[in-house]
């Protein structure tokens, strides 16, 4: 197997802070990481641009990520290092219901192997064209969150979704499940597990989850995963 599981930017985003629009607020910082097969950690933010607001119009938003990860190549084991970063213009919408974002822009991901494993495609630097959708959708205590991204030239895909219950009177912690599929042509996986979210003010969220993952040809992994997110 030539690649193994990552957990992208934002992907734990799926039930953060209320991102409906809001007149004060003008964008959102995020970090957080994960650890199973592999480990991986990542940062951002999305910034409203002129005339627009957190949840309506557009805005960019940029990311970094850096990981680590092995897998077998006959009877060596290859040691993966990567490090990436990604930009994207963002058309966002919200109403009463919740919000949805659309995002199109580069990804830069730089992969060194140790030994050299000339068969992975994915070695040395790669650029990729990206395009994204994510978004939450709330009603009656119900909290349904999705999250996915193709990248056009590496046909990479990247899929998530969450749907949980309200757990206590003032709507701010949420508890529920996720499960999500993504790969390219060299693997594909997938996950399930649960989640827990919690809105801890008017700007700040954190989010914990965990479950396993089965990629085939290898065996069945737990994984779990950390999110904060601030609105400024």
Do not use: C
């Amino acid at each position: 197997m030539k690649h193994s599981s990552i957990i992208l930017p934002l992907a734990l985003l799926l039930s953060a802070a209320p991102l409906a629009a809001q007149e004060n607020r003008d964008g959102v910082l995020f970090f957080g990481g994960s650890a199973g097969d592999g480990v991986s950690a990542y940062a951002g933010g999305l910034v409203s641009l002129p005339g627009a607001r957190l949840g309506q119009g557009f805005a960019l938003r940029g990311s970094a990520n850096a990981g680590r990860y092995k897998y077998q190549q006959g009877v060596a084991t290859v040691e993966a290092d990567y490090v990436g970063a990604e930009a994207a213009l963002v058309y966002q919408t919200s109403a009463p219901w919740g919000w949805a974002n659309f995002s199109a822009g580069p990804r830069l991901t730089d992969t060194s192997l140790s030994p050299r494993d000339p068969a992975n495609e994915r070695s040395g630097t790669r650029v990729d064209a990206v395009i994204g959708a994510e978004g939450n959708y709330r009603t009656g205590g119900w909290s349904l969150g999705w999250y996915g991204n193709a990248g056009l030239f590496d046909e990479t895909y990247y899929t998530q979704l969450r749907a949980g219950h309200r757990i206590d009177s003032a709507g701010r912690a949420f508890l529920g499940i996720e499960g999500g599929f993504q790969g390219d042509p060299s693997y594909d996986s997938r996950n399930i597990g649960l989640f827990y979210a919690r809105d801890f003010s008017d700007a700040w969220n954190v989010q914990l989850s965990g479950g396993i993952r089965d990629q085939e040809g290898r065996k069945v992994k737990p994984y779990a995963a950390i999110g904060l997110s601030r609105l400024f």
